[in-house]
C-alpha cells in the first residue's frame, strides 16, 4: 500500500513540476508579446519606426467563406472575404504580410515599409500589423489566457502573503489564500468581458498592455479580500479557557 501512495505522489509531483514549467513559458510568451505590442505602439506614435524600400515579389490571392452569425445565431448567409499576401524583398530578406488586397500592390510593384526590429509594421502608410495574431501561436496563447491569468493572480498573493509572514506581519489562514485567489481569478475572468466587447462596440483598438488589466484586477481583488480575513482574525474575540473564561480573564501565570 505504500508503494501505491508513493508512487501517486511521484507521479504528482512530476505533473505539478511540467504543469509549472509549462505556465513559466507561457507567461514568458504573453509577457513579450505584450511588451512586442507596447514597444510598436510607442514606435508608431513616435515616429521611430525604421523605413525602408520594399518589392513585392509575390503576390497570394485567398478568397474566403464563412456563414454570417456566431454560434447558435449562424445564419445560412455567405459572407465572402479576401485576403492577399504579399511577400516583400525588404534590405535583402523576403518578409510577408497579409491585408485584405486594398493596397493595391502586385508583383514587381515598390513600397515604403515601415519596421521594427525587422517586423513590418506599416505598408505604405497603412497598419499591417496584427497584433495577437501575427506570427505563429498567437491563437494558441489567447487560448491560454484564462489559464495564465490564474495562475499568475495565485503566484502573486501566495508571494504577498510568503513576504508578509517573513517580515512577521502575516497570520494568514490557507483557506484565505484558497478563497481569495479563488474571488481573484473569478474577478480577472470577469474583467476580460468588457475588455473585449467596449473596444469592439466603440471600434477602437484593445490597449495593447490588455493581458496586464484582468490580472492586476484579479489579484487585488484577491488581496484585499486576503487582507480583509486577516484583520478580522486578528479582531476577533480572545479563545475562551478551559473553565469558559476568556484568556484575558485567566489569572497570570506566577
Not at 7 to 28: E, K, N, Q, Y
Not at 76 to 88: S, W
Not at 166 to 181: L, N
Request: glycine residues 10%.
Amino acid at each position: 500500500m505504500s508503494d501505491v501512495r508513493e508512487g501517486r505522489s511521484r507521479r504528482a509531483r512530476v505533473f505539478m513540476m511540467v504543469f509549472r514549467l509549462a505556465m513559466a513559458v507561457v507567461i514568458a510568451l504573453f509577457a513579450w508579446r505584450t511588451y512586442e505590442e507596447v514597444a510598436i505602439a510607442a514606435a508608431r506614435s513616435s515616429g521611430t519606426l525604421e523605413r525602408a524600400d520594399a518589392t513585392v515579389v509575390n503576390r497570394t490571392d485567398e478568397r474566403k467563406e464563412s456563414l454570417g452569425g456566431t454560434g447558435q445565431d449562424r445564419t445560412a448567409e455567405v459572407t465572402i472575404r479576401h485576403e492577399v499576401t504579399l511577400d516583400l524583398r525588404v534590405n535583402g530578406e523576403v518578409r510577408s504580410v497579409t491585408d485584405d488586397g486594398s493596397s493595391g500592390l502586385d508583383m514587381g510593384d515598390h513600397a515604403r515599409v515601415g519596421l521594427w526590429h525587422g517586423h513590418v509594421v506599416e505598408l505604405d502608410g497603412d497598419y499591417v500589423w496584427h497584433g495577437w495574431n501575427s506570427g505563429p501561436g498567437g491563437a494558441v496563447l489567447l487560448v491560454l489566457y484564462p489559464l495564465a491569468m490564474g495562475y499568475s493572480i495565485v503566484l502573486l498573493v501566495a508571494a504577498r502573503v510568503r513576504g508578509s509572514r517573513r517580515g512577521g506581519t502575516d497570520a494568514t489562514d490557507s483557506h484565505d489564500v484558497f478563497w481569495g485567489s479563488t474571488f481573484g481569478i473569478i474577478v480577472g475572468a470577469a474583467t476580460i468581458v468588457p475588455l473585449a466587447l467596449v473596444p469592439a462596440a466603440l471600434g477602437t483598438d484593445h490597449p495593447r498592455f490588455w493581458p496586464l488589466v484582468p490580472v492586476a484586477t484579479g489579484a487585488t481583488a484577491a488581496m484585499l479580500v486576503v487582507h480583509r480575513q486577516r484583520r478580522l482574525r486578528q479582531s476577533g474575540p480572545p479563545p475562551a479557557a478551559t473553565d469558559g473564561t476568556t484568556a484575558e480573564d485567566a489569572p497570570a501565570r506566577p
